[in-house]
């Protein structure tokens, strides 16, 4: 599977894409007119070991919820992603069974590579 979750209004995501210059096989899903199913995010998780690592502790409603004063396990991360497409760390890059997770410039330089080797 080749796919892309991003958001159209993060101006982040579209330039990390723009940069990524994807070949036609990938998909794009745009997270919040087409929400994440159970099974993506379950297959998000299997690629990364975890649904924390698919978390955003930037999403303004984290902040807002005082989130970070909650002790909070795998389910709740679950459930919170599914709730609010605000709670997906963005973007989520998989390129067959290999997953990048965020916009951090190493991440971008790695999916880079490996797309396009």
């Not at 036609?24 to 159970?38: H, M």
């Not at 993506?40 to 303004?60: H, N, P, V």
């Not at 599914?82 to 709670?87: I, K, P, S």
């Amino acid at each position: 599977m080749q796919k892309v979750y991003y958001l159209k209004t993060c101006d982040t995501c579209k330039r990390i894409i723009k940069t990524l210059d994807l070949p036609a096989s990938f998909e794009l899903q745009e997270i919040k007119s087409e929400e994440i199913t159970v099974k993506q995010l379950e297959e998000m998780k299997s690629l990364s070991g975890s649904y924390e690592a698919l978390f955003s502790k930037r999403a303004k409603l984290y902040k807002e919820r005082n989130l970070k004063n909650e002790q909070l396990t795998e389910e709740d991360y679950k459930g919170f992603i599914l709730e609010h497409y605000t709670f997906l760390k963005r973007p989520v890059i998989i390129n067959n069974y290999t997953i990048f997770i965020g916009n951090s410039s190493k991440t971008v330089a790695e999916a880079k590579e490996q797309i396009h080797s």
